[in-house]
């Protein structure tokens, strides 16, 4: 999985004996931003990162639809209701999957379940997808909180997030 979302060198910059916020920590020191967030994801499962990232982007002003979205994932990460997964699907796309509410809506739509409408015989997504969306989502998160700074700020500000809801370990 790691070939999928790290760059050889972000590959080659993380040890084996550290844990994903540590090897993130490693790779932010050459300003490896991207692969430092593919660690976060690829430390933990989809679900769990998918509920930080959430939380992450209701930080941010919201218009009514990306509140309603927002909501629906919220509920969805509750009860895995799949016409609610599909619900969110739709409004994810409509939100544009350019950002990080709707790359987060489409990683929760890769997550589980067929991609194809239930008349239709089941079609599943690759396992790597919806970890790889959720590393999307992250990236567009880190650029919309560096704002006009490098988005390594964004990331470093998503790090320390990440660090904070593991209890600083």
């Not at 994903?20 to 967030?37: C, F, H, I, P, R």
Request: aromatic content about 6%; hydrophobic content about 45%; proline content about 6%.
């Amino acid at each position: 999985m790691k070939e999928k979302l790290m760059t050889p060198e972000g590959i080659a910059g993380c040890r084996i004996a550290d844990n994903g916020y540590e090897n993130a920590l490693n790779l932010m020191v050459t300003s490896q931003w991207e692969d430092a967030l593919a660690c976060l994801v690829l430390d933990a499962a989809p679900e769990k990162v998918l509920s930080w990232a959430l939380q992450q982007v209701n930080a941010l002003p919201l218009d009514e639809a990306a509140r309603l979205c927002a909501g629906d994932i919220s509920q969805w990460l509750k009860t895995h209701d799949d016409a609610l997964r599909r619900d969110i699907f739709q409004q994810a796309e409509a939100l544009g999957f350019d950002s990080p509410l709707g790359a987060l809506g489409l990683a929760l739509f890769w997550m589980q379940g067929s991609m194809t409408p239930d008349e239709f015989d089941a079609v599943y997504p690759e396992p790597h997808l919806a970890p790889l969306m959720l590393h999307c989502a992250l990236k567009q998160l880190a650029v919309k909180l560096a704002a006009d700074n490098p988005p390594v700020t964004g990331a470093q500000t998503l790090l320390a997030q990440w660090q904070r809801m593991q209890g600083g370990r």
